[in-house]
């Protein structure tokens, strides 16, 4: 058990200082992390729906729909119908949009140490934790 209380510590950790350093960046920028993370999700052109844009910033409904209409208002995303379901709406960058996603996304890359291998065991861990938990596990989180 000390073992992944140190890992859940560490990771905590990690997180709460690159959020300060990304804070640092965005403030420049006069965005908070939350546009951010929705900026960063819609940075592989794709268009995304917004359930998946709330899932994925960590973001209920309607703080999420405060915040695209914020984006949608200084121009760096637009929402369009679906041609599939005309009934949903995708969220897009616009080109002001990926020019801020591309500018931090820079900044961040230039403001931490050049270690592909640790961002390589880093993606592997969380592809780990994404999995399910193993049964005996499963006992313990839900205890």
Same mark, same amino acid.
């Given at each position: 058990? !000390?073992?992944?209380?140190?890992?859940?510590?560490?990771?905590?950790?990690?997180? +709460?200082?690159?959020? !300060? +350093?990304?804070?640092?960046?965005?403030?420049? &920028? @006069?965005?908070?992390?939350?546009?951010?993370?929705?900026?960063?999700?819609?940075?592989? @052109?794709?268009?995304?729906?917004? /359930? &998946?844009?709330?899932?994925?910033?960590?973001?209920?409904? @309607?703080?999420? /729909?405060?915040?695209?209409?914020?984006?949608?208002? /200084?121009?760096?995303?637009?929402? +369009?119908?679906?041609?599939?379901? !005309? +009934?949903?709406?995708?969220?897009?960058?616009?080109?002001? @949009? =990926? !020019?801020? =996603?591309?500018?931090?996304?820079?900044?961040?890359? &230039?403001?931490?140490?050049?270690?592909? &291998?640790?961002?390589?065991?880093?993606?592997?861990?969380?592809?780990?934790?994404?999995?399910?938990?193993?049964?005996?596990?499963?006992?313990?989180?839900?205890?």
């Amino acid at each position: 058990m !000390r073992r992944s209380a140190d890992l859940m510590e560490l990771l905590t950790r990690a997180e +709460r200082l690159m959020a !300060r +350093r990304l804070a640092a960046i965005l403030a420049a &920028e @006069g965005q908070s992390l939350d546009a951010w993370r929705v900026i960063s999700l819609l940075a592989d @052109g794709r268009g995304h729906f917004m /359930t &998946e844009l709330a899932d994925g910033a960590f973001l209920p409904p @309607g703080s999420l /729909t405060r915040l695209v209409d914020h984006l949608v208002d /200084t121009n760096l995303l637009y929402r +369009r119908i679906d041609d599939a379901d !005309r +009934r949903r709406i995708r969220a897009y960058l616009t080109p002001r @949009g =990926h !020019r801020l =996603h591309q500018r931090v996304a820079d900044a961040v890359r &230039e403001s931490l140490p050049a270690d592909e &291998e640790l961002e390589l065991r880093l993606a592997a861990l969380v592809d780990d934790l994404a999995a399910p938990a193993p049964a005996a596990d499963a006992e313990i989180v839900s205890s």
